[in-house]
């Protein structure tokens, strides 16, 4: 079983749409960091998030921390096809080690 | 330009057949690591090394080996792969341990 519970696996979309991705767990961790990768390619980091109840907007992404650090979400707003990727979500716990959840695969159609 | 660089991209080899595949990052970071992806299970960690010289066993350490004699390089090492190695491998480094990863783009490997 899994650290880090993502949901949806898949989820395939139109541009324009809005989504939610959501990761959780019943861990607590330290941080929590979301990831896109693209085929081909190593993840890449979008954003880190520390406090509990935190929120952060990157362009069109908006990224919150759960009030408790136990679970996260991921919201694309007017998505585009160049959002299409893989996003995983990594929490770190109290020894900084990460736990990668198994990911969300979004695809954006135009 | 920062970047972590895993070589070969693409590996084919047989049960057995002992192969290396290496791993170097330009940004003097200390913390590096290996995991490797399969579907539905996500990215999980083989290997880290802390700094040089300090290695420790991550989640799935089994059937595989590494090395950090200079602070840029952590190769992974099969001594004698196997079918269920068959994976996508990444490998990443941070500044420290809590730092956020800088992936390499990954070595396919089959094992037949």
């Known amino acids: 079983t899994q650290l880090l519970e993502q949901s949806p696996q898949f989820l395939s979309i139109q541009e324009g749409e809005n989504l939610t991705v959501y990761c959780n767990s019943s861990s607590v961790f330290s941080s929590l960091q979301w990831y896109r990768q693209e085929p081909g390619e190593g993840p890449v980091l979008l954003v880190t998030v520390v406090t509990g109840g935190e929120v952060k907007k990157l362009k069109r992404l908006t990224f919150q921390f759960g009030d408790a650090r136990k679970d996260s979400s991921l919201h694309i707003t007017a998505a585009q096809p160049g959002d299409t990727g893989l996003y995983l979500c990594a929490g770190a716990s109290h020894f900084n080690k990460f736990y990668f959840g198994s990911g969300t695969k979004l695809n954006v159609k135009p | 330009e920062a970047q972590v660089t895993q070589n070969p991209r693409y590996l084919i080899t047989v049960t057995g057949k002992k192969l290396t595949v290496t791993c170097s990052q330009n940004?003097?970071?200390?913390?590096m690591s290996w995991y490797r992806q399969d579907p539905g299970l996500g990215l999980r960690q083989i290997y880290y090394?802390?700094?040089?010289?300090?290695?420790d066993k991550g989640d799935v350490p089994e059937g595989y080996k590494v090395s950090r004699k200079e602070k840029r390089n952590f190769p992974l090492i099969l001594e004698s792969p196997s079918p269920n190695q068959t994976s996508l491998y990444f490998c990443?480094?941070?500044?420290?341990?809590?730092?956020?990863?800088?992936f390499g783009n990954g070595t396919r490997l089959t094992v037949t």
């Open positions: 940004m003097n970071h200390e913390y």
């Open positions: 990443a480094s941070s500044l420290t341990r809590s730092s956020p990863l800088h």
């Open positions: 090394s802390m700094n040089v010289e300090v290695t």
